[in-house]
């Protein structure tokens, strides 16, 4: 029999708070996207590049939509997951739960501030011709952002040299985009 009261057992089982936040950057990215992906599908827009997933082009947004919240989150995890077991093979100190939370935040906030924001504003002002020109810039500027914050997160959660948690970064950052990339137009 355990000496544990079922109380202590309940609250071991509650997740962390790094954890719901983790989660909540996540799921915010996630579902931010879901909107700004049912306008385009709402407007009849649909994705000019190559598609690998096999969803008719005219409908892509719209499936898009439905399927962007749980690979928001799959894509933190992964990040998080690659970029912990890395930085533990490092010498890093710190935990699952802290890396996914400083990490979706990590990803959340050049996504959100640098290339969803900007997205809706030049898609509201000029349309997909303008949304199109627009993203080779945004992306660029986001995917910077996330590098400098993706290595600040994994060197703050584990207690790394700035060299260490590049190294960490770069992994995790490369699992989440395998992830990702094939699917999020």
Known sequence: MSSRSGAERTARREPSDAWKRGLG????????????????ALEGEAPSGPLVAPIPRESYYAWEAVFVLPLRVAMALAFAGSAHAIARKLGGSGTFEDTFHRGARALGLPFLALWLLPDVALYATGGFD????????TAAVSSFGTLV?????VRDAHALST???????LVGLVAQAVLGAPLLR
Do not use: E, N, P
Not at 25 to 40: R, T
Not at 130 to 137: F, H, I, P, S, T
Not at 163 to 169: E, L, P, V
């Open 25 to 40: 950057w996540a799921a915010s990215h996630g579902v931010l996207s879901a909107l700004f992906l049912a306008w385009l």
């Open 130 to 137: 303008r949304l199109g020109a627009g993203v080779r810039v």
């Open 149 to 153: 914050l993706a290595v600040l997160a």
């Open 163 to 169: 060299g260490r948690a590049i190294a960490a970064a």
